[in-house]
T-cell receptor, first 115, second 112 residues
Framework: SAVISQKPSRDICQRGTSLTIQCQVD?????MFWYRQQPGQSLTLIAT?????????ESGFVIDKFPISRPNLTFSTLTVSNMSPEDSSIYLC????????????FGPGTRLTVL | SQQGEEDPQALSIQEGENATMNCSYK?????LQWYRQNSGRGLVHLIL?????REKHSGRLRVTLDTSKKSSSLLITASRAADTASYFC????????????FGKGTTLSVSS
């Protein structure tokens, strides 16, 4: 299975600022996804990060607020822009590897607190 | 939008007892997966069951799937304190390339 790392693991930010979260995978993967988990809640899909093209966003999420990059098959970034306290969440990167396009593996998450 | 609904929302048992969690979903699926999350950390993949399967086992885990009722159950046998975590079911729809849609989760507490 793919091994996924995320940076930073946690951060405390001031409202109005932006934070970029990095996701690195130890092998080439077909699909990469970004999820948000608000306090005490389940996971909600933000977008699918497409290699070499614009990300595909889910309803309720827009590129201006959550710009995503995916320059290659092992790396992606999610930026949380113009943050407000409502953006305080855990942000998780997830991938499906080439061997199986069904099982999704998750990174350890980035715990973001916005003051 | 959320596809799955787990019940119960919270479950407290003693070590050695079995824990059963249920998941219901709304639309047709390709597969259903169960995950564990310890205290706000990353998710650990437990087991995947495909739409044409009815039951799967992995160690102390047993998963069933009833596509006619759009429901699944996760049974953890002989539970341990280390099983204390949140458990989520997630479905993959029949549309190609879509990501998983998660249920609300069940919080399991196993006391020794």
């Amino acid at each position: 299975s793919a091994v996924i790392s995320q940076k930073p693991s946690r951060d405390i930010c001031q409202r109005g600022t932006s934070l970029t979260i990095q996701c690195q995978v130890d092998s080439q993967v077909t699909m990469m996804f970004w999820y948000r988990q608000q306090p005490g809640q389940s996971l909600t899909l933000i977008a699918t990060a497409n290699q070499g093209s614009e990300a595909t966003y889910e309803s309720g999420f827009v590129i201006d607020k959550f710009p995503i990059s995916r320059p290659n098959l092992t790396f992606s970034t999610l930026t949380v822009s113009n943050m407000s306290p409502e953006d305080s969440s855990i942000y998780l990167c997830s991938v499906t590897d080439r061997a199986s396009t069904d099982t999704q593996y998750f990174g350890p998450g980035t715990r973001l607190t916005v003051l | 939008s959320q596809q799955g609904e787990e019940d119960p929302q919270a479950l407290s048992i003693q070590e050695g007892e079995n824990a059963t969690m249920n998941c219901s979903y709304k639309t047709s699926i390709n597969n259903l997966q169960w995950y564990r999350q310890n205290s706000g950390r990353g998710l650990v993949h437990l087991i995947l069951i495909r739409s044409n399967e009815r039951e799967k086992h992995s160690g102390r885990l047993r998963v069933t799937l009833d596509t006619s009722k759009k429901s699944s159950s996760l049974l953890i046998t002989a539970s341990r304190a280390a099983d204390t975590a949140s458990y989520f079911c997630a479905t993959k729809t029949i549309q190609a390339g879509t990501a998983l849609i998660f249920g609300k989760g069940t919080t399991l507490s196993v006391s020794s």
